[in-house]
């Protein structure tokens, strides 16, 4: 009975997919209760800061400024039919405030930076060195993921933070220097139609929820990676493919709440 | 505990995504703009208030002098009631007359106030009594039909 067979399949995997989330679940709060050591001792921290954030900078800087500089070309190329090149300062700055900065970094982050984590965490289990640390008494959450993933949520905003600033500097250098729209009008106009509150710190909020997303879904990933070879790579795949998704989707979300009738 | 090469990195990559933060506040926000000095309270009624916006700017004499707080619609009135905080440095006379206005053809509306002559000074809570709506495009396309229509039937 092939049918019977499918519609048991099915069930199965629904069955499988409400399990994992509720150890994912699980995994998120012991991330939360036991991350007093990533404080208490935060050369831990820090350390991982190191390696998600200060690896991530070239990537994140380089990627900046070159969508900075599209914006700034594109942006003139449309702006010109209306003849309001002066507006290519309000155009950039809150293409990338709002929505480029936080979503790309992130996006780049989570490639970058947390397909890295899942590998490491992956890597360790397949080892057996997360084992071999809880018969040392030693608790792998306190000592391995959290302060991954609380370098994680510190990174991201700066990062984002780093990437629009870039990308307002790649638009000046397209715009200003090398089209030559007036200089005045793009910084006043940016001024003008940028709001500190508005939209710098709903930014900025946008890419610490992002960060935790990336975060808490490369690290879970890596700790349920079946500990084979094949196991690893294909946790790393999705940490990428679903960490994505989170982004743009909850990029989608926290818009409509944020930006909804203004 | 030794500090370690790390920790210059870590150190400052926080610097610098500190830095861009400040930055963006300074150059690329309006922070660096915000009105930090006392401001007193006026409420106007319009009729029709177009497409002004709360934090629209309020210009007299072309220059910024504060920023509309607040519309909404007073029921008793059936009129939009726009609340604007004015800066202290500024005082205007009772008989202010404010306008809402367009920069440019199609930019932003803000509110334009011209001052009357009178001796009193208008205070926190005050309400300016003389205003003059907002220009809708599509009523003045509409008069200007009109008045085409009603110019060619005399000339008959």
Redesign the interface.
Known sequence: MPVLKNIKAIGHRSVDAVWRLGYATRFFLMTLVYSGASFRRFSLTVREMFFTGVMSLIIILVAGTFVGMVLGLQGYETLKRYGSESALGSLVALSLVRELGPVLAALLFASRAGSAMTAEIGLMKATEQIDAMEIMAVNPIARVVAPRFWAGVISMPLLAALFSALGVFGGYVVGVVLIGVDEGSFWSQMQAAVDFQHDIMNGVLKSVVFGVAVTAISLFEGYDAPPTAEGVSGATTRTVVESSLAILILDFILTAFMFRGS | ?ERTT??L??G???V???A??V???M????????NVSDTYQLDAYFTNVGGL?P?ASIKSAGVLVGRVTGISLDTNRYEAKVTMSIDQRYQFPKDTFASILTSGLLGEQYIGLSPGGDDKMLKNGDELKHTQSAMVLENMIGRFLYDKAAAGSNSK
């Open positions: 505990m790390l920790d990195w870590v400052a990559f926080v610098a995504g500190i861009a933060l930055i963006l506040a150059k690329v926000g309006n922070l660096s703009t915000y916006k934090k």
